[in-house]
């Protein structure tokens, strides 16, 4: 869950690891709701684990399921569980170092890819047909993005969910010029309706305006209980 952050700790651990991959990779460093730092916090947790298990992601329990067989991974669930997109392999030299045995790590190939199918008792106990294709998949926030057609460099998508989830196309791998661009605390109230960004085509969207610390939102004044940083709107009488 992205409110869990009992994995600190383990986090740390994970960006020391891991800074070369992780600034390779563009997202620079782990947050500890993600999936490595979890697996290196339960494994700490039971040493036991690291032999004769095998992480799963959401989906790969799912596709198990389904096959009636363990199923390779897709590299987009893969991703915060430290799986490196431009080299496609795990880091191993990474996971040695934090303790993560190269056999609990699942085999990833590329969304879209021929899994297998539905066996037949997946397919009594769900209405799916038996024999139909299981494909490799992705996250939501990247779905989002084809589905919304940002696919040309400059176009960029965001998806309001659990989490604010803006992202692009830039014309090669790396970091965009200037570093990244970090949305404030609080988006202002059109981002939080749900609108999605206008897509920027040929350049990067422009940089949002910074508020001081403790500033409240358009008025100045300090939210009091009850009051959030965007006042209601009065009527007129």
């Given at each position: 869950?992205?409110?869990?952050?009992?994995?600190a700790?383990?986090?740390?651990?994970?960006?020391?690891?891991?800074e070369?991959?992780?600034?390779e990779l563009?997202y620079?460093?782990?947050?500890?709701?993600?999936a490595?730092?979890?697996?290196?916090?339960?494994?700490?947790?039971?040493?036991?684990?690291?032999?004769?298990?095998?992480?799963?992601?959401q989906?790969?329990?799912?596709?198990?399921?389904?096959?009636?067989?363990?199923l390779?991974s897709?590299a987009?669930?893969?991703?915060k569980?430290?799986?490196?997109?431009?080299?496609?392999?795990?880091?191993q030299?990474?996971?040695?170092?934090?303790?993560v045995?190269?056999?609990?790590?699942?085999?990833?190939?590329?969304?879209?890819?021929?899994?297998?199918?539905?066996?037949?008792?997946?397919?009594?106990?769900?209405g799916?047909?038996?024999?139909?294709?299981?494909?490799a998949?992705?996250t939501?926030?990247c779905a989002?993005?084809i589905?919304?057609?940002?696919?040309?460099?400059?176009?960029w998508?965001?998806?309001?969910?659990?989490?604010?989830?803006?992202?692009?196309?830039?014309?090669?791998?790396?970091?965009?010029?200037?570093?990244?661009?970090?949305?404030?605390?609080?988006?202002?109230?059109?981002?939080?309706?749900g609108?999605?960004?206008?897509?920027r085509?040929?350049h990067?969207?422009?940089?949002?305006?910074?508020?001081?610390p403790?500033?409240a939102h358009?008025?100045?004044?300090r939210?009091?209980?009850?009051?959030?940083?965007?006042?209601p709107?009065?009527?007129?009488?």
């Amino acid at each position: 869950m992205y409110d869990d952050g009992r994995a600190a700790a383990p986090a740390a651990a994970v960006n020391a690891a891991g800074e070369k991959v992780w600034q390779e990779l563009g997202y620079r460093s782990m947050q500890p709701s993600w999936a490595l730092p979890k697996l290196v916090a339960l494994l700490e947790d039971d040493p036991g684990l690291r032999t004769g298990s095998r992480l799963l992601h959401q989906v790969d329990l799912i596709t198990w399921r389904l096959a009636g067989r363990q199923l390779a991974s897709d590299a987009s669930h893969a991703l915060k569980t430290g799986y490196h997109l431009v080299e496609e392999r795990w880091p191993q030299e990474v996971m040695d170092g934090l303790g993560v045995p190269e056999s609990l790590l699942p085999e990833v190939v590329r969304p879209g890819s021929p899994l297998g199918t539905v066996c037949a008792p997946a397919a009594e106990a769900t209405g799916i047909p038996e024999g139909t294709a299981i494909v490799a998949g992705m996250t939501d926030g990247c779905a989002a993005q084809i589905g919304a057609g940002a696919l040309a460099p400059g176009a960029w998508n965001s998806v309001l969910g659990t989490t604010l989830r803006p992202q692009g196309q830039q014309p090669a791998p790396g970091p965009r010029p200037g570093g990244r661009r970090l949305l404030p605390p609080r988006p202002r109230r059109d981002l939080a309706a749900g609108r999605r960004l206008q897509q920027r085509r040929g350049h990067p969207l422009p940089a949002l305006p910074r508020r001081g610390p403790g500033r409240a939102h358009r008025t100045g004044r300090r939210p009091g209980p009850g009051r959030g940083r965007v006042p209601p709107r009065r009527r007129r009488r």
